[in-house]
């Protein structure tokens, strides 16, 4: 069906209440609806689920979309179902049952968006399946994770291909908020565009502000930073040690943090980003875990206590900030030991050629697994035993493992299916006698009875989160509850596994044979250390505009100084909004010259806005220039 401006503005307008396409949505839009393979570079917050949600309404069949983010796909779909429009997901955690239903569904028409992530697509079940789907279009979110030139390659993305070769017919729609030229171009390849294709938006954010502080002192930066923005906040760190221990000191200086890293059991982690999220918290310390898919647009300041691997990632956590158009700020911290820190990073990515086949020697030792052997045998990395057995640290054999996937000789998963599992000890005559059961287990015993077959005779994947919200529960309350059943010898519940699995693709060889090719590792190293290059680069030049610096390094060249960053106002004097602060600063300070007490409500009298009221104060409160007693203010002596 050919484009009609019509039809999809009736439906944007009918289902989501605008009036009109805004930034590119449209040329999108257009470009998909004609059957034009289409890469959409749009910044977070562009509206990138309009340009496929829209034409999957209007056009016949079903838009499969793939997401690496099932937050976002289960967020997603149940919006839409809200909206009364068709859509199903399929991810970790649904019984088989569940997704042959959902595809089935996709097979008689009855579902317009089909979320999945790219693990599934090489499943068989889904691959059988597929066949019969009438697919309208393929949606490709976050898109750079296909190109091995990008800064977040994903292997699992490369399945995607599959897709294309069953349906031929049906064009695709690349989304990303990040690519750099060449992986531009490395994106349409890998997904078989018919003819180069992009649509861009400008990724300048004219309401947020980027400074990079130096300092020494990166502690006393962050709590001085924090005093002074009001409002939400992340704080990105490198290591899941400092997330807590950052956070710990956070909450000891009287600011309310929470944090956030991979290590931390599902249930933990969808409670504390619920309690920032809800702000019951106000700042996030978090890994790189906390990223894609966050949906908080009132985020006013991304701190970076350390510095990130590439201008692409920088970018990416610090446009978290001022989604709602707001002013935000990006600030970056940084001081000599970084330039250090950062180059170190090549050799624990890189690490030499011999150290990564010693590795895959220890590999076979580790697994028992002679020469000639091993093809198709999948095992269980407990990588701690592994670094303590053959004395090795988990970064560089994480790092070896990734070059020896990308080399072929092995598969490793670093995020298996890790969904929960359950089956009842008891049969089903014995549960229904219980009697001591709690009033919250009867409701979590009754949901998993209802949402899950087959429980009494073998271990079913199950969704923590599902259960707590039919239950009405929190997902904490649920996992304590199936502990609770399992330690009664109730239940057997087996929490989300962490344990990453190794694949030998190809039979085991001698380690000294290994051929690692150059597009592999030598042109890969030499990309990664460009990355970082470019980060130093950007900390340490005060000489030119931030925003500029980074819309360069994206293929902007046409751009003008921000006006706002740490440069520009170096530069051109002070930023008006420091300015108005400073001068409620003043107007304070000349109020509480008297050195006597003054209640808070006396501010009133000075006819300042609140915003840089409340900045001023604090600022002042913190720099132990004024004190505060009981709602009294006093000039300290």
Request: charge should be positive; charged fraction near 25%; include cysteine.
């Amino acid at each position: 069906m050919a484009y009609d401006k019509e039809l999809y503005l009736g439906i944007l307008r009918r289902e989501w209440g605008y009036k009109d396409f805004r930034g590119i949505q449209s040329e999108i839009i257009e470009s998909i609806a004609d059957g034009r393979d289409t890469l959409g570079l749009m910044p977070t917050g562009g509206g990138k689920s309009i340009t496929f949600q829209v034409p999957a309404l209007a056009k016949e069949g079903v838009c499969i979309v793939v997401t690496p983010l099932i937050a976002l796909m289960k967020d997603q779909v149940e919006h839409l179902r809200h909206r009364g429009i068709a859509a199903a997901a399929i991810y970790s955690g649904m019984t088989r049952r569940e997704i042959i239903t959902s595809l089935e569904n996709c097979i008689l028409g009855d579902i317009k968006l089909l979320y999945i992530s790219p693990e599934r697509i090489a499943s068989d079940l889904f691959q059988t399946k597929l066949r019969r789907i009438n697919v309208s279009f393929i949606t490709v979110d976050e898109a750079h994770c296909i190109s091995q030139w990008g800064y977040d390659f994903r292997p699992s993305y490369l399945h995607i291909a599959d897709i294309r070769r069953m349906k031929p017919q049906a064009p695709v729609l690349a989304l990303t908020a990040t690519a750099t030229p060449q992986v531009i171009d490395d994106i349409q390849e890998k997904l078989g565009f018919r003819q180069k294709n992009v649509f861009k938006m400008s990724f300048e954010r004219k309401n947020l502000a980027y400074i990079v502080r130096k300092t020494e002192d990166k502690l006393g930066q962050t709590v001085h930073i924090l005093s002074c923005v009001k409002g939400s906040a992340i704080v990105y760190v490198r290591s899941r040690k400092r997330a807590a221990e950052l956070c710990r000191y956070l909450e000891e200086k009287n600011q309310n943090a929470t944090f956030y890293h991979a290590g931390l059991e599902h249930s933990v982690k969808d409670e504390h980003q619920k309690a920032w999220h809800d702000d019951q918290k106000r700042i996030m310390v978090a890994t790189n875990a906390f990223g894609m898919g966050i949906d908080k647009p009132d985020v006013r300041i991304v701190i970076h206590y350390d510095c990130p691997s590439s201008i692409e990632a920088y970018f990416q956590e610090a446009g978290r900030a001022g989604r709602d158009g707001a002013k935000a700020y990006a600030v970056l911290l940084y001081n000599d030991s970084d330039q250090r820190k950062l180059k170190k990073r090549i050799a624990d990515e890189f690490p030499e050629k011999q150290t990564i086949r010693d590795i895959y020697d220890q590999l076979a030792y580790f697994y028992q697994i002679g020469i000639g052997s091993g093809q198709g045998h999948t095992f269980a990395f407990d990588i701690d035993k592994f670094c303590v057995t053959y004395r090795h640290f988990p970064i560089q054999v994480n790092s070896a493992l990734r070059i020896l996937q990308r080399a072929g000789y092995i598969d490793y998963d670093m995020e298996p299916d890790a969904s929960a599992r359950l089956m009842f000890l008891l049969e089903r005559s014995q549960l229904d006698r219980l009697n001591n059961l709690s009033p919250k287990e009867e409701a979590v015993v009754t949901t998993l009875l209802r949402n899950y077959g087959g429980l009494f005779t073998d271990y079913q994947y199950i969704d923590e989160s599902l259960v707590a919200r039919l239950s009405g529960l929190t997902v904490q309350q649920v996992y304590l509850i199936l502990r609770g059943l399992t330690q009664r010898r109730i239940a057997h519940f087996i929490p989300r596994r962490k344990m990453p699995y190794i694949t030998y693709t190809v039979e085991r060889r001698e380690g000294k044979s290994l051929l690692i090719p150059k597009e592999v590792y030598e042109q890969r190293q030499k990309q990664f250390v460009k990355r970082i290059e470019s980060v130093i680069n950007y900390a340490k030049n005060d000489n030119v505009c931030r925003s500029r610096q980074l819309l360069r390094y994206f293929g902007e060249t046409e751009s003008e100084d921000c006006g706002q960053c740490d440069v520009c106002i170096e530069h051109n004097g002070k930023d008006p909004e420091t300015e108005k602060t400073d001068e409620a600063k003043a107007k304070i300070c000349k109020l509480l010259a008297d050195h006597k007490e003054h209640h808070v409500s006396e501010l009133a009298s000075l006819h300042i806005p609140k915003a840089y009221l409340d900045n001023a104060v604090s600022y002042l409160i913190h720099e132990e220039l004024v004190m505060c007693r009981s709602s009294y203010l006093f000039i300290k002596k």
